[in-house]
């Protein structure tokens, strides 16, 4: 029992880990469109469940708030969402086939949207210091209003993420063993 403890915690502070250093990257690169912070989420989400998954997406963001941009804090219950349709979603299908974890970020990319775009237009006005604001700017610019930009960009970003951080959940599931085998012992 107490190892099955220390082997969560560990890895639920791998898939923390594997989000912070993803988020990071991103930003480094300044890669428009991708925010790869519950890459995490999602992994441990599948392989030990939706609670499991939304305690990483909480702590994730969390420790993004302290170390990148306090907005991050706003979009926590973003993070809880998507461990929880994750998780929801391996319990009853095989994450490990592309196809199942495709149409997984499609259902996950846009339920996840719809928890974020009103936390961007009533707590971060539009305004998340990721490369995203660009495009909300360009697509308010041309006449659009900022509903519809916010909503506009959340969508395709939160779209194109959810079926990227899927996709390599599922390659993680299917080469990593030790993911693999946890995977059939939920």
């Known amino acids: 029992m107490e190892k099955k403890i220390i082997d969560d915690i ?3 502070l791998l898939g923390i880990f594997i989000n912070i250093i993803l988020r990071h990257l991103i930003i480094l690169f300044k890669i428009p469109f991708l925010f790869m912070d519950s890459v995490g989420t999602i992994l441990i989400a599948v392989v030990l469940g939706p609670i499991y998954g939304s305690i990483v997406g909480i702590a994730t963001n969390f420790l993004l708030s302290m170390t990148i941009e306090y907005v991050n804090l706003h979009f926590a219950i973003v993070n809880v969402v998507i461990g929880i349709t994750a998780g929801v979603i391996a319990k009853k299908y095989d994450f490990s086939n592309i196809k199942v974890s495709i149409i997984s970020g499609i259902v996950i990319g846009i339920i996840s949207s ?3 775009i009103p936390i961007s237009i009533i707590l971060a006005k539009g305004v998340t210091n990721k490369p995203i ?3 909300v700017q360009v ?3 041309s006449g659009k209003s900022l509903l519809i930009s916010i909503t506009i960009s959340t969508i395709s970003s939160s779209m194109l993420d959810k079926i990227l951080s899927s996709l390599l959940v599922s390659i993680s599931i299917k080469s990593i063993p030790f993911l693999n085998k946890k995977n ?3």
């Open 10 to 12: 560990s890895m639920m």
């Open 114 to 116: 719809m928890v974020a």
């Open 133 to 135: 604001d660009n495009f």
């Open 139 to 141: 697509l308010n610019n």
């Open 184 to 186: 059939h012992h939920k």
